[in-house]
């Protein structure tokens, strides 16, 4: 059994940084990152394999976010760049060996979220 647990969410101005991380308790072979802001459908954002040489972006990150993992630590990262008000959500990283790295459901586990906020 995997646990993930979020950390690094807050507040932050439009344009400014953040970095998200996601400890694991357990071996993942595909570790990502959704987000779903309130009224909304949980949405994809970033994938990354356990070697990290494969990753995944949604358009709306490409250019803008970088999803990373350090295997000694167990760990995988979101660092988020140039936010904007639209990136404030519940950020939620998921584990596991899906068929469609971008469905929901090919996710065995999931971490509690992370709340990111960008002000205008």
């Known amino acids: 059994q995997v646990q993930l647990v979020e950390s690094g969410g807050g507040l932050v101005q439009a344009g400014g940084s953040l970095r998200l991380s996601c400890a694991a308790s357990?071996?993942?072979?595909?570790t990502s990152w959704f987000r779903q802001a309130p009224g909304k459908e949980r949405e994809f954002v970033a994938a990354?394999?356990?070697?990290?040489?494969?990753?995944y972006n949604a358009d709306s990150a490409k250019g803008r976010f970088t999803i990373s993992r350090d295997n000694a630590k167990n760990t995988v990262y979101l660092q988020m760049n140039n936010l904007k008000p639209e990136d404030t959500a519940v950020y939620y990283c998921?584990?596991?060996?899906?068929?469609?790295?971008?469905?929901?459901?090919?996710?065995?586990?999931w971490g509690q979220g992370t709340q990111v906020t960008v002000s205008s």
């Open positions: 998921a584990a596991g060996r899906p068929a469609v790295v971008t469905d929901t459901r090919g996710y065995d586990y």
């Open positions: 357990g071996r993942t072979w595909y």
């Open positions: 990354i394999s356990w070697t990290g040489s494969n990753t």
